[in-house]
T-cell receptor, first 108, second 115 residues
Framework: DAKTTQPNSMESNEEEPVHLPCNHSTISGTDYIHWYRQLPSQGPEYVIHGLTSNVNNRMASLAIAEDRKSSTLILHRATLRDAAVYYCIKYNNNDMRFGAGTRLTVKP | GAGVSQSPRYKVAKRGQDVALRCDPISGHVSLFWYQQALGQGPEFLTYFQNEAQLDKSGLPSDRFFAERPEGSVSTLKIQRTQQEDSAVYLC?????????????FGSGTRLTVV
């Protein structure tokens, strides 16, 4: 089944909010939406996940559209350390397939 | 240890050589995954273990690739007769259990270069 669709790259200014969009129009009822990020020379790092309701944790917020065909990862105040590739993934039953992700650049 | 440990961190192999990549998952984690990441691309799924059972190996690109986890903890990814197209970062991840409620913890990967 199709992976998610994300912009190739985005830019943000330091200390400003960042909204990273993701389209997952083929999502099924049992698919979770997971977000990971990957800093240079490191493995991916779990950020947040959700099913239907919006979710918040210490790293970010996840806003999920009512029809679940899209979602947005929100970094409330970007820092230089948030510069990374962000992956949005439909996840179900140990099946996690990464796309190309969005490369986020944070400008000081 | 506190995280997923992979060794070696870097490996250079001559074409045709066999290599073995090791993954030490977080203690007690039931699920273990291997991914291959080519330069500039997202990780590609290779295979998945639940304890010692290999439940999905659909992502292994050829029969030269073999993975095992004989005691349900440490896993080894073996590549026989390496080719240049095998050059990539190999990532291992572990998770406490099955299902959608657990995030994966990834290691830093092994960068394999085949010359």
């Amino acid at each position: 089944d199709a992976k998610t669709t994300q912009p190739n790259s985005m830019e943000s200014n330091e200390e400003e909010p960042v909204h990273l969009p993701c389209n997952h129009s083929t999502i099924s009822g049992t698919d979770y939406i997971h977000w990971y990020r990957q800093l240079p020379s490191q493995g991916p790092e779990y950020v947040i996940h959700g099913l239907t309701s919006n979710v918040n944790n210490r790293m970010a917020s996840l806003a999920i559209a009512e029809d679940r065909k899209s979602s947005t990862l929100i970094l409330h105040r970007a820092t230089l350390r948030d510069a990374a590739v962000y992956y949005c993934i439909k996840y179900n039953n140990n099946d996690m397939r990464f796309g190309a992700g969005t490369r986020l650049t944070v400008k000081p | 240890g506190a995280g997923v440990s992979q060794s070696p961190r870097y490996k250079v192999a001559k074409r045709g050589q066999d290599v073995a990549l090791r993954c030490d998952p977080i203690s007690g984690h039931v699920s273990l995954f291997w991914y291959q990441q080519a330069l500039g691309q997202g990780p590609e799924f290779l295979t998945y273990f639940q304890n010692e059972a290999q439940l999905d190996k659909s992502g292994l690109p050829s029969d030269r690739f073999f993975a095992e986890r004989p005691e349900g903890s440490v896993s080894t990814l073996k590549i026989q007769r390496t080719q240049q197209e095998d050059s990539a970062v190999y990532l291992c991840a572990s998770s406490p259990g099955q299902g959608a409620f657990y995030g994966y913890t990834f290691g830093s990967g092994t960068r394999l270069t085949v010359v």
